[in-house]
C-alpha cells in the first residue's frame, strides 16, 4: 500500500547523541486513572536532556490532567516543563482525554515540541459507528494549537522517532488493520 501525504506531517526528527550515563526514566500516572475507571494509559519518560515523552494522558475525569501537570512540573525542578513529544496510541477517550483537559489548562505553561498520532478520517469513524471517539477528534487540531510551535506528526507503521536515550518504533497503526474487514474497534 502507498500512502501520500504532506511532508510535513510525516517528517521525523533528527537522532540525537546521548549524554553518557543518562538514561530514561519511566512514571506510570497513578491515582485518579485508575480509581475511576478500570482502564486508561498514561506514562511519562524523562529523558536524557531533561525533556520528556509522553504516552497517552489517560481520561478527561478530574484531576488526571492536574496531576500529570504536577508530575512533569516536579521533575522539570523548576523550568518550563518541556514535552520532546507527546504521543497516542489510538483514539480513545481513556488514551486522549486529559489532553483536552491539559491543553485548555496548561499550554502556556509547557513546551510542547511534537504530537504523534495516527487517527482515522471521517469515513473509517463512520464505518466504526463511534460518534463519540468521532466528537473528540472534531476538537483535535483546536487542541492540538494551543500549543504555539508543536510540530504534528502522522504516524506511520515502521517509523522510528529518536529522543534523547529513547527509540520509538510504530509497529502498526489503524491503517495496517487487514482490509476488507470493518474496522470496529480501535482496541482491534
Known amino acids: 500500500r502507498a500512502v501520500v501525504e504532506s511532508a510535513e506531517k510525516t517528517s521525523l526528527p533528527p537522532n540525537t547523541p546521548v549524554p553518557c550515563g543518562e538514561l530514561p526514566i519511566l512514571f506510570r500516572q497513578e491515582g485518579d486513572l485508575f480509581e475511576q475507571v ?3 494509559m498514561s506514562y511519562v519518560f524523562r529523558l536524557a536532556d531533561g525533556k520528556f515523552f509522553v504516552i497517552d494522558g489517560g481520561w478527561n475525569t478530574p484531576g488526571i490532567a492536574d496531576r500529570l ?33 491539559f491543553a485548555r489548562d496548561y499550554a502556556e505553561k509547557v513546551r510542547l515540541e511534537a504530537v504523534i498520532y495516527s487517527y482515522p478520517g471521517e469515513s473509517r469513524l ?9 466528537e473528540f477528534l472534531t476538537r483535535w487540531d483546536a487542541t492540538v ?6 510540530r504534528v506528526v502522522k504516524a506511520r507503521t515502521g517509523q522510528r522517532f529518536y529522543f534523547s536515550g529513547l527509540t520509538v ?12 474487514h470493518r474496522l470496529h474497534n480501535f482496541n482491534d
Open 38 to 40: 478500570d482502564c486508561g
Open 69 to 101: 501537570f504536577d508530575v512533569l512540573s516536579r521533575m522539570a525542578g523548576g523550568e518550563v516543563p518541556v514535552i520532546a513529544a507527546w504521543i497516542f496510541t489510538h483514539a480513545h477517550v481513556d488514551h486522549m482525554g486529559a489532553f483536552y483537559d
Open 126 to 134: 463512520t464505518e466504526m459507528g463511534d460518534t463519540f471517539v468521532a
Open 145 to 150: 494549537a494551543r500549543f504555539a510551535g508543536a
Open 169 to 180: 518504533e510504530i509497529l502498526f497503526t489503524f491503517e495496517d488493520y487487514p482490509m476488507p
